[in-house]
Nanobody
Framework: EVQLVESGGGLVQAGGSLRLSCAAS????????IGWFRQAPGKGREGVSC????????YYVHSVKGRFTISSDNAKNTVYLQMNDLKPEDTAVYYC????????????????WGQGTQVTVSL
């Protein structure tokens, strides 16, 4: 059974940091893309970052470049999202998902999703 479990969310002040984890199981981790998406209240789900585990290529949405870093520990089947210099506009539920292609736009490329973890950034 494919499972993706996010953790690491919480409440942080603006300028602070959090590291999200996405623990994957039930499939060959190295063969897939793992993406991070977020959804703020009243807004659509937005692609934040993804990593292609076959070669380690990483991709970011413009608004988080230079602040967020995605990484993968293939031995642990876990993808991390290090988030620094957090801003109130980063407040959202963050989801990780398993995908076939490294896209932050085509959500249909992702077939399994975690349950999400809440990130709240206060002023």
């Amino acid at each position: 059974e494919v499972q993706l479990v996010e953790s690491g969310g919480g409440l942080v002040q603006a300028g602070g940091s959090l590291r999200l984890s996405c623990a994957a199981s039930g499939f060959t981790f190295d063969d897939y893309v793992i993406g991070w998406f977020r959804q703020a209240p009243g807004k659509g789900r937005e692609g934040v970052s993804c990593i292609r585990n076959t070669d380690g290529s990483t991709y970011y949405v413009h608004s988080v470049k230079g602040r967020f870093t995605i990484s993968s520990d293939n031995a642990k089947n876990t993808v991390y999202l290090q988030m620094n210099d957090l801003k109130p506009e980063d407040t959202a539920v963050y989801y990780c998902a398993r995908g076939w292609a490294p896209t932050l736009i085509l959500r249909d490329e992702y077939d399994y999703w975690g349950q999400g973890t809440q990130v709240t950034v206060s002023l």
